[in-house]
C-alpha cells in the first residue's frame, strides 16, 4: 500500500544517455513535487506541479522535464546526463498547498 | 527569499541522553513549519508540523514549538533511542506562492551510541 512510490531505485548510467524517472501517488493528491538531494543531503525543489501549472525552479537546467499522463503520475526526463546530475531525486505529492508526502528516492550515477 | 537554518552535525549522543536541534528560519509570510526524518537509505518522512504561532507539534516522542518571536522551530526529544540516528531536516512552506513548495534546512546528522 505504498502511497508515493518511484521507479528505478537505482539507475546507473554513462554520460549522454537520456534516462526517465517514474512516480506514482495513490493518495487521491492533486500536486506533486520533483526535489533534488545532493551529496552533502541538501534538498532543493525542481519542479511543481497540478492538473492547471507547472512551476519550474528557474535553476534546474532545461535538460530536465517533467511529464505527467495523469493526476497519479509525475515522470522526470533527463536528457544528455552529465556527472553532477549524480544524485538522489524524490518524488512528493499533496493536496494543494498541504503536506507533503515523499517517495523513497531513486538513486542516479552519472559515470 | 524565504530561507531555513539548522545547526550543523554531525550530532553524537548517548541513548537516553537529551536531543536538541535548532531550527530557525526567514520569511515574509506566515509560514507552515515541518520536521523531516530519513533515516539511512530510505526516503524523509513527515515527522511533526506546525501550522501557525506558538503551535507544538509532536509525533513518536519529538516536540517542537512554532515560535514567531524568536522565528525558530526547534526540536526536542527528552531520551534519544539507537534507533532515532538519522538525517533530520527543517523546513518551511509559507503556501504564497501558488503551490507552497518547501525550503529545506541543510539537515543535522544524528548518531546515538549505545
Known amino acids: 500500500d505504498t502511497a508515493v512510490s518511484q521507479t528505478p531505485k537505482y539507475l546507473v548510467t554513462q554520460m549522454g544517455n537520456d534516462k526517465s524517472i517514474k512516480c506514482e501517488q495513490n493518495l487521491g493528491h492533486d500536486t506533486m513535487y520533483w526535489y533534488k538531494q545532493d551529496s552533502k543531503k541538501f534538498l532543493k525543489i525542481m519542479f511543481s506541479y497540478n492538473n492547471k501549472e507547472l512551476i519550474i525552479n528557474e535553476t534546474v537546467p532545461n535538460r530536465f522535464s517533467p511529464k505527467s499522463p495523469d493526476k497519479a503520475h509525475l515522470n522526470l526526463h533527463i536528457n544528455s546526463l552529465e556527472l553532477g546530475d549524480s544524485a538522489v531525486y524524490f518524488c512528493a505529492s499533496s493536496r494543494m498547498k498541504e503536506t507533503q508526502y515523499f517517495g523513497p528516492g531513486t538513486r542516479l550515477l552519472v559515470l | 527569499g524565504d530561507s531555513v537554518t539548522q545547526m550543523e552535525g554531525p550530532v553524537t549522543l548517548s541513548e537516553e541522553a537529551f536531543l536538541t536541534i535548532n531550527c530557525t528560519y526567514t520569511?515574509?509570510?506566515?509560514?507552515?513549519l515541518f520536521w523531516y526524518v530519513q533515516y539511512p537509505g530510505e526516503g524523509l518522512q513527515l515527522l511533526l508540523k506546525?501550522?501557525?504561532?506558538?503551535d507544538k507539534g509532536s509525533n513518536k516522542g519529538f516536540e517542537a514549538t512554532y515560535r514567531k518571536e524568536t522565528t525558530s522551530f526547534h526540536l526536542e526529544k527528552g531520551s534519544v533511542q539507537v534507533s532515532d540516528s538519522a538525517v533530520y531536516f527543517c523546513a518551511l512552506s509559507d503556501y504564497g506562492g501558488s503551490q507552497g513548495n518547501l525550503i529545506f534546512g541543510k539537515g543535522t546528522k544524528l548518531s546515538v551510541k549505545p
Open positions: 506546525a501550522t501557525k504561532a506558538d
Open positions: 520569511a515574509t509570510g506566515y509560514p507552515s
